[in-house]
């Protein structure tokens, strides 16, 4: 009889238990939810309260699915050591209400917010697809976006430039710097994905809520945690640590504190060593980043609040958990690049004729960017009809460049013909001479905001509505205002000379020191209309003013939906046949300048000149279709972009030079396509194709319509996952990226600066990973190990980034072509806690 005991307390600690926690959209619990865990034949139901706990469930991986009436199906896989406790807090979406809330990259738009996709990157894959911490570029590049390097995190969408895109963490508008002249300053990109939750990115036609831009918005959710979670990174290049969790009450219940740190540090050095420059490189790269929230006691379960009508009856009023929470997010990043440059070689031309430039430097490039945000918010929902947000935030950007270098090249001839005995030398000097490039630029930014979001549920019957399944919310109107004092300081001293045939010309001279004070105010309604249980209106104007140019710009935005799959049928096979949806848009864009757009190349700043303008027209949709017993997504989405009023402007690498003493008139169409979904069960990939046209006219130089910078007409990029059958912890990824060539001409040349055409950007990279999941648990003991292998640029194609320009004797100019890096390892891993 002992030994049976024995036996049988042995075995009980050996399982673990489930805990399940479901509540709406509202926070309201679901209650009799159907709970099924894969291979295990008993159902299991929640409670009134939305939980249901289901005991002695053996370790492994798992798999659980939750159906409730009214509500779509949520499926989570996870895996369970002996004698854990995992909680699963989920928020069922609610099949007639919400419409369907994208879950998973091969569900269709929210209807609510028909523009704004889901990334088919999730954060837990994430790892496996990125080295360079640059993941807002890799998010947008999995949705049609194009980049300009490795080296950089930022991206172009349809046609426009890097500053025509917003990213929101939390509902917070994140600022980039400004100054940085190449994709090896910038460094770590904003987004920590360790610590993201949920992404969607809009590329044209996003709603009126969102601040003025021409291109594109990427809203993140970072996550607030039930349990504790933690990783730690090494490699190469990157290293990372990240942690989160809830605190407990005295009842050892999740109380109402989260917290969600991360910490990265980044160094290129072992690749920035691939260039054509050598020299001595000392980038360091660093973020902290941190999510707090705090929900009061009272207001973490539901509650009821009595409320007495005009004629004495009294009524109970629900009100929802976590109706009343306090955030504070803070983002701090310091860019640190020192480049002792010594010498260069570069070979360019044709097979048949070919030259090469070799340069001796002397002296130092040196950048730091810190860049400090922070806001704190409220989110208040007092009822089921009313949700209010306030918040403040805090921008502080301290940028500096100094740069004393001097060059001598020498540029000539290299033999082609493999029969002569100097072949691949230099057979005749076309040029020799030196180059002086010196600077000494200060930037500082300081911004203050004041936000008040709200929005009211109209319907009348609205609690008759959320008691039924097929009832659905008719009427959401929403609101929003803020205030923006800016104060940008800027000391900028730079010049540049040639020095060939023993005559000195200056180049480039720029002496200027503005300081720049003023404010801004945006504000904006809009209205979500269930017209129909299939179709969806969203309209909403946007008003904006700012005080330096006392400019009122006012933006109306629609959005219209179609979408079959809502309509009650009678078997799901009826429903699968109508899975897609049909989307229209149409708006006004602009984009008041910041500081950058404001200045010349001479320094002088034009304060007086008016918003960037952009009327976006788009038609598009998604199907979701099965195969192989799989879903999977097509998307397609044409568009038109009508634009009075542009600035001309040029790029150098990276960075963006600006002509704002003239003004351009321009448009952007094409065609957006991709195809998403797991063709190796349990990994997702994916196919993007891009087809692009944009042209401008500048005012005043009677040159017709030209080719804009970013007119890349086709982009292909193309991500594929395996694993092996015998062995599913081992995977594989290649990741392929084809861009046709973009624009360029010499520099300082307004109307030549399209004239020519880089050669394609080409590029595949090849990653291995290996996962091992511990079988016991321990403190400090980590769950798992990932191991990554990544071979990036596998063909080590010399892609061209931007070019030097050169003189010969002849008075005759060169383009040497800038390329990025080659052929390179990278070792990581990756401990999850």
């Not at 020498?410 to 001479?433: H, K, Q």
């Not at 249980?533 to 939906?561: D, K």
Request: glycine share 8%; with cysteine; net charge positive.
């Amino acid at each position: 009889m002992l030994l049976y005991l024995f036996c049988a307390t042995a075995a009980w600690a050996q399982h673990g238990q489930v805990e399940v926690f479901l509540t709406d959209s509202l926070g309201y619990p679901v209650p009799d939810a159907l709970i099924k865990l894969r291979g295990n034949p008993t159902r299991y139901y929640t409670d009134t309260a939305g939980h249901c706990r289901i005991a002695k469930v053996p370790p492994g991986r798992h798999q659980l699915t939750a159906r409730g009436v009214g509500y779509q199906m949520i499926t989570e896989n996870f895996e369970l050591a002996a004698g854990e406790t995992f909680v699963l807090r989920k928020i069922m979406p609610s099949l007639y209400t919400e419409g369907i809330t994208v879950q998973g990259s091969t569900g269709k738009n929210d209807p609510d917010k028909p523009f704004e996709r889901d990334t088919p990157i999730h954060a837990d894959n994430v790892k496996d697809v990125t080295a360079t911490k640059s993941d807002e570029k890799l998010i947008a590049q999995a949705m049609g976006a194009a980049s300009p390097s490795e080296f950089s995190s930022q991206y172009r969408v349809r046609g426009g430039n890097y500053d025509e895109n917003l990213i929101y963490i939390n509902g917070i508008q994140l600022y980039r710097p400004q100054i940085v002249r190449s994709g090896q300053m910038e460094g770590l990109g904003i987004v920590n994905t360790a610590m993201v939750d949920h992404v969607t990115f809009s590329t044209g036609g996003f709603q009126a809520r969102y601040d003025d831009r021409l291109s594109s918005v990427m809203n993140i959710r970072y996550l607030e945690p039930d349990s504790f979670r933690a990783t730690a990174e090494i490699g190469l290049l990157t290293a990372g640590l990240h942690a989160g969790g809830r605190d407990k009450d005295r009842e050892k219940n999740p109380g109402g504190f989260t917290w969600m740190v991360g910490a990265r540090g980044f160094t290129m050095r072992y690749l920035l060593n691939s260039l054509d420059t050598d020299g001595n490189y000392q980038p360091f790269f660093w973020d902290f980043q941190n999510l707090l929230t705090w929900t009061p006691r009272r207001y973490r379960t539901l509650r009821y609040r009595e409320r007495t009508r005009p004629d004495g009856r009294i009524d109970s009023v629900a009100v929802p958990p976590g109706s009343l929470k306090f955030g504070w997010l803070n983002v701090v990043q310091q860019n640190n690049y020192s480049f002792f440059p010594q010498s260069r070689e570069t070979t360019f031309g044709t097979i048949t004729r070919a030259f090469r430039l070799f340069v001796a430097f002397e002296g130092k490039e040196q950048s730091n960017y810190l860049t400090g945000q922070s806001a704190f918010y409220m989110d208040w929902r007092p009822n089921q009809r009313l949700s209010i947000r306030n918040q403040v935030g805090v921008i502080s950007s301290e940028e500096a460049e100094i740069i004393s270098v001097e060059g001598a090249y020498r540029l000539g001839d290299v033999s082609t013909d493999f029969g002569n005995e100097r072949f691949n030398e230099v057979t005749y000097t076309r040029g020799v001479g030196s180059e002086l490039r010196w600077a000494r630029n200060f930037l500082n930014v300081f911004i203050l905001q004041a936000e008040h979001h709200g929005q009211v549920i109209l319907d009348r019957d609205l609690a008759r509505k959320l008691s039924q399944a097929d009832a659905y919310v008719r009427h959401k109107f929403s609101w929003g205002l803020r205030w923006q004092q800016d104060q940008v300081n800027d000391r900028f001293r730079e010049w540049s000379a040639t020095d060939s045939a023993d005559f000195l010309r200056l180049e480039e001279q720029v002496r200027s020191r503005v300081t720049l004070h003023s404010w801004r105010t945006a504000g904006y309604v809009q209205e979500i209309w269930r017209t129909s249980r299939t179709t969806n209106l969203i309209a909403g104007l946007r008003a904006n003013y700012w005080s330096l140019n006392e400019e009122l710009l006012l933006s109306p935005r629609v959005q219209f939906v179609y979408d079959p799959s809502l309509r009650k049928y009678a078997s799901d096979t009826l429903r699968r046949r109508n899975n897609y949806q049909l989307r229209l848009a149409a708006g006004a864009y602009h984009q008041p300048a910041f500081y950058r757009e404001l200045r010349d190349f001479e320094g002088n700043l034009y304060t007086n000149r008016p918003a960037q303008r952009s009327y976006h027209f788009i038609a598009g949709g998604d199907y979701v279709f099965r195969m192989w017993r799989r879903d999977f997504k097509l998307f397609a989405e044409a568009y038109y972009k009508y634009m009075p009023l542009l600035y001309p402007f040029e790029f150098d690498n990276v960075r963006i030079r600006y002509y704002p003493r003239y003004e351009a008139e321009g448009y952007a169409y094409g065609i957006d396509a991709r195809v998403n979904g797991q063709f190796i069960e349990g990994v997702e990939s994916w196919f993007n194709v891009s087809w692009l046209r944009t042209q401008e006219q500048v005012k005043g130089l009677n040159q017709g319509y030209v080719r804009r910078p970013t007119d890349q007409n086709l982009l292909i990029s193309f991500f594929f996952q395996d694993e092996f059958p015998m062995l599913p912890a081992l995977k594989m990824h290649i990741n392929l990226i084809y861009g046709s060539g973009l624009p360029f001409g010499p520099p300082t040349v307004l109307e030549n600066r399209t004239v020519f055409r880089m050669p394609f950007y080409n590029r595949v990279d090849l990653g291995f990973s290996y996962e091992v999941r511990m079988k016991t648990q321990a403190a400090l003991k980590p769950k798992s190990l990932w191991f990554g292998l990544d071979v990036f640029n596998l063909f080590a194609r010399p892609n061209t980034v931007s070019y030097t320009w050169v003189k010969d004797v002849f008075n005759t100019r060169f383009a040497i072509p800038n390329y990025l890096s080659s052929r390179l390892l990278n070792v990581r891993v990756v401990a999850t806690f």
